[in-house]
Nanobody, 111 residues
Framework: QVQLVESGGGLVQAGGSLRLSCAASGSIFSIYAMGWYRQAPGKQRELVATITPRGMTNYADSMKGRFTISRDNAKNTVYLQMNSLKPEDTAVYYC?????WGQGTQVTVSS
């Protein structure tokens, strides 16, 4: 069973950047599509971005041009580079893959 552990969240000012990481256990990470989702207080969990095993990416419209998802299969890790952060990006960010969710990491963007 795959386990996912996120890191890299924190407090940042509007316009700043953060890089989230999601480390996966198991030796077959490379065969899975992976994704990042987020959930703000009082709102439903929503898609941020996904990446296929071969590296094809997909983004929610509001993240296009600001966020970049990538993966390093040798390190069993998927990343989310977030630039030009806005207060509305404040949420708990979750890694997803192999039908498994990580525990989430809090991102707070101050105005």
């Amino acid at each position: 069973q795959v386990q996912l552990v996120e890191s890299g969240g924190g407090l940042v000012q509007a316009g700043g950047s953060l890089r989230l990481s999601c480390a996966a256990s198991g030796s077959i990470f490379s065969i899975y599509a992976m994704g990042w989702y987020r959930q703000a207080p009082g709102k439903q969990r929503e898609l941020v971005a996904t990446i296929t095993p071969r590296g094809m990416t997909n983004y929610a419209d509001s993240m296009k041009g600001r966020f970049t998802i990538s993966r390093d299969n040798a390190k069993n890790t998927v990343y989310l580079q977030m630039n030009s952060l806005k207060p509305e990006d404040t949420a708990v960010y979750y890694c997803w893959g192999a039908s498994t969710w990580g525990q989430g990491t809090q991102v707070t963007v101050s105005s």
